[in-house]
Each structure stands twice: as structure tokens, then as C-alpha cells.
């Protein structure tokens, strides 16, 4: 799937700052953040709509999200901890409420 | 509160056999929509195929077809002439209008194994 990109794909941190990036190229109004522990399901931590935040579910205040535009996510971690080795996947729907969720190909963090 | 439920952890049949993964979800919305996914090895997350609460008509999209029964809040996904190529990990998922805000919400998955 190249119309939602993520970068970087890998990344290996110790207690270090990173900043995770996606793009997408469909035109959608929102976007998402999710999280893929191993063995899991994906589970969502940021919802935006139209740039805006409107659900930011129980997540570590490491975790801050950035919409700069409507195809845009940024996911800043700030000194990150082993629990959070993951898969962070950006998504994103044509609407908020209704339709498939289309993924990226995910960035996979390994927390030193 | 919102769930979807996957009972099977791991399926494994045949190179060209049918196939059904069984979900039920629960929800208190009256409007819901409800989705497969697909996890391939490489971990990239392909949407398969989708029912709207509202339409009665079960969905087809290619080998994929879907087993919808309300009453049972059950949504069992039905493959056909499976391929190698159809392994995978198999994801349930959910959508609602109000309760739940547009999170999807994803059952734990079925592993799907396809032997030759």
C-alpha cells in the first residue's frame, strides 16, 4: 500500500526522542494512530478529524500526536520505554464515523 | 461495552478448500458497521471486505464472502478456493456511529493456515 506511507519503517532506541511520520495520498478527512503489540490486535490511540483531535485514548503523555495538515500525522515520542517496542501503524478513512480504516505499512519501534 | 470476540486462535485446512472464521461482537448502537482484515507476515494490514448493519444482504468481495446474522450479532468470514498465499492472521473488526465515536475495534485474530 503506497498511498498511506510511514517513516521510518525500523527504528532502535534507547531512552531517546523520535519522531514518527506518515502520509496519506487519499484524500481522507481522518487519520489515526495505532498500536500493535506483539501477538495482539492493533489498538487505537489518536483519532484526528479534519486536523483536529478528537479522541486520544489512554496513552503515555511520551505520546504526542501533530496533524500539520489534513494528510499529515506526526507521532512524537519523548524518552521511550521498553513497553512501548510496537508497531505504530498509521490509518486513515474517507470519514470519521463510517468506512474502512486503510493502514500503512507500519513503523516498528525496538526500545533498548 | 463494545466487543468483538474471535474464538478460533488458529485454523489450518487444505490448499483450495472453503474456509469460515467465526466472530461475534457486541454493541449497543442500532447503526454499526463491521469489517475483516487480513495481517499478512510482512505485518502490512489489508482490508478485505465489509457489512453495514442496515443492508441485509450478505457481502462479496472476490473468494470473500461474509456470513451475516444479526439476531446472533455474529459476522463469520467464508473464503473459497483457498490459496498459500491466503495465510495469514485474520482480524474482526468493529465500527459505531455513537457509542463508540469511529473507533474500530479488532477481535484478538484467527491465524489461518493454508496447506498445499
Known amino acids: 500500500n503506497t498511498k498511506i506511507t510511514q517513516s521510518p519503517r525500523y527504528l532502535i532506541l534507547g531512552r531517546a526522542n523520535k519522531s514518527l511520520e506518515c502520509e496519506q495520498h487519499?484524500?481522507?478527512?481522518?487519520m489515526y494512530w495505532y498500536k500493535q503489540s506483539a501477538e495482539k490486535p492493533p489498538e487505537l490511540m489518536f483519532l484526528?478529524?479534519?486536523?483536529?483531535?478528537?479522541r486520544n485514548e489512554t496513552v503515555p503523555s511520551r505520546f504526542i500526536p501533530e496533524c500539520p495538515d489534513s494528510s499529515k500525522l506526526l507521532l512524537h515520542i519523548s524518552a521511550v520505554d521498553p513497553e512501548d517496542s510496537a508497531v505504530y501503524f498509521c490509518?486513515?478513512?474517507?470519514?470519521?464515523?463510517?468506512?474502512?480504516?486503510?493502514f500503512g505499512e507500519g513503523s516498528k519501534l525496538t526500545v533498548l | 461495552a463494545q466487543k468483538v470476540t474471535q474464538t478460533q486462535t488458529s485454523i489450518s485446512v487444505m490448499e483450495k478448500t472453503t474456509v469460515t472464521m467465526d466472530c461475534v461482537y457486541e454493541?449497543?448502537?442500532?447503526?454499526?458497521?463491521l469489517f475483516w482484515y487480513k495481517q499478512t507476515a510482512s505485518g502490512e494490514i489489508v482490508f478485505l471486505i465489509r457489512?453495514?448493519?442496515?443492508?441485509?444482504e450478505n457481502a462479496t468481495e472476490g473468494h470473500y464472502s461474509l456470513n451475516f446474522q444479526k439476531p446472533k450479532s455474529s459476522i463469520g468470514l467464508i473464503i473459497t478456493a483457498t490459496q498459500i498465499e491466503d495465510s495469514a492472521v485474520y482480524f474482526c473488526?468493529?465500527?459505531?456511529?455513537?457509542?463508540?465515536?469511529?473507533?474500530?475495534?479488532f477481535g484478538q485474530g484467527t491465524k489461518l493456515s493454508i496447506k498445499p
Open positions: 490509518a486513515s478513512s474517507p470519514q470519521v464515523f463510517t468506512g474502512q480504516l486503510y
Open positions: 487519499l484524500g481522507h478527512n481522518a
Open positions: 484526528y478529524n479534519l486536523k483536529q483531535l478528537i
Open positions: 454493541t449497543r448502537d442500532s447503526s454499526y458497521f
Open positions: 457489512q453495514d448493519s442496515y443492508k441485509k
Open positions: 473488526a468493529m465500527r459505531d456511529m455513537n457509542y463508540n465515536q469511529g473507533k474500530l475495534i
